[in-house]
């Protein structure tokens, strides 16, 4: 397993303005993965962020409005552009494991007003 | 897009009632893992499941895998108050993605 942690774990900000979201891991990982969950809702993958490379975005979403850096194997952001209130949600940064389990930092839950 | 659909959206139980919950898709996937998410935190891995058929218990909780692997479900028996939160199951889809299901939100009442 890994340990996740997420900055800030809340935040209340102003649209047209922007938030980064950072994201540290305990351990090495090859990929990281960050999502959304907008209120009431399931988890929606973003994009996929691999070190050295850019980042794979998912339809729907575009790097302009969600850029992400990767610049090792511990540490990833994702910035989300531009607010308005439709972004309100929380944001999760994902790691995997073993080829198979998954496991996700404590959230980010981000209000726009 | 490949969807998971979970059955019931809602529960509100008694404690000490088992309950079901039910997560189905028209796709195959190559394992699928069963979350639990409290308020304010992220979801946390409760157990992933491979092989077509497969049972896995953890204490309370009994999940189980389809034979055709597109579909899985999760079984509480005697619910707690502890176990009130948002079960989510995500199917991997490819490697390292993963699709995840519309949830299912279960309030246990002491």
């Known amino acids: 397993s890994a340990v996740i942690s997420q900055k800030p774990s809340r935040d209340i900000c102003q649209r047209g303005t922007s938030l980064t979201i950072q994201c540290q891991v305990d351990?090495?990982?090859?990929?990281m993965f960050w999502y959304r969950q907008q209120p009431g809702q399931s988890l929606t993958l973003i994009a996929t962020a691999n070190q050295g490379s850019e980042a794979t975005y998912e339809s729907g979403f575009v790097i302009d409005k969600f850029p992400i850096s990767r610049p090792n194997l511990t540490f990833s952001t994702l910035t989300v552009s531009n607010m308005s209130p439709e972004d309100s949600s929380i944001y999760l940064c994902?790691?995997?494991?073993?080829?198979?389990?998954?496991?996700f930092g404590q959230g980010t839950r981000l209000t726009v007003v | 897009t490949q969807l998971l659909e979970q059955s019931p959206q809602f529960l509100s139980i008694q404690e000490g009632e088992n309950l079901t919950v039910y997560c189905n898709s028209s796709s195959v996937f190559s394992s699928l893992q069963w979350y639990r998410q409290e308020p304010g935190e992220g979801p946390v891995l409760l157990v992933t499941v491979v092989t077509g058929g497969e049972v896995k218990k953890l204490k309370r909780l009994t999940f189980q895998f389809g034979d055709a692997r597109k579909d899985s479900s999760l079984h509480i028996t005697a619910a707690q108050t502890g176990d009130t939160g948002l079960y989510l199951c995500a199917g991997a889809q490819g490697v390292y993605k993963y699709i995840f299901g519309t949830g299912t939100r279960l309030k246990v009442l002491a």
């Open positions: 351990s090495q990982v090859t990929m």
């Open positions: 994902s790691v995997e494991f073993s080829g198979v389990d998954a496991f």
